[in-house]
């Protein structure tokens, strides 16, 4: 599986981006998604995860009520809509895709990753 994020960006505190992440392959619907974040000088922390039939999801504490993850398996692609940005929202976001039905924050269980995405908040 490969995975591509796109749609990070500069925006002001209070702003809103949509990131998506496309994934090759014919079982994208077969994998529980997560996305996850690096902040300069940080370790990789977990943001929100979806299973593979988007019934259930999980997010981080500090992103709860601001970002929604979803997926569409039709177009083997996961969403990110994040809103009431924070400058402490800036990082590099990561999708990750895991074989395995469970939905997890942990990184180490994830199998696949994507590139990034840069995301900057600016106060």
């Known amino acids: 599986v490969q995975l591509q994020a796109s749609g990070g960006g500069l925006v002001q505190a209070g702003g809103s981006l949509r990131l998506s992440c496309a994934a090759s392959g014919r079982t994208f619907s077969s994998y529980v998604m997560g996305w996850f974040r690096q902040a300069p000088g940080k370790e990789r922390e977990f943001v929100a995860a979806i299973s593979w039939s988007g019934i259930t999801t999980t997010y981080a504490d500090s992103v709860k009520g601001r970002f929604s993850v979803s997926r569409d398996n039709a177009k083997n692609t996961v969403y990110l809509q994040m809103n009431s940005l924070k400058p402490e929202d800036t990082a590099v976001y990561y999708c990750?895709?895991?074989?395995?039905?469970?939905?997890?924050?942990?990184?180490?269980?994830?199998?696949?990753w994507g590139q990034g995405t840069q995301v900057t908040v600016s106060s």
């Open positions: 990750a895709a895991r074989m395995d039905l469970g939905v997890t924050t942990f990184a180490r269980l994830y199998d696949y």
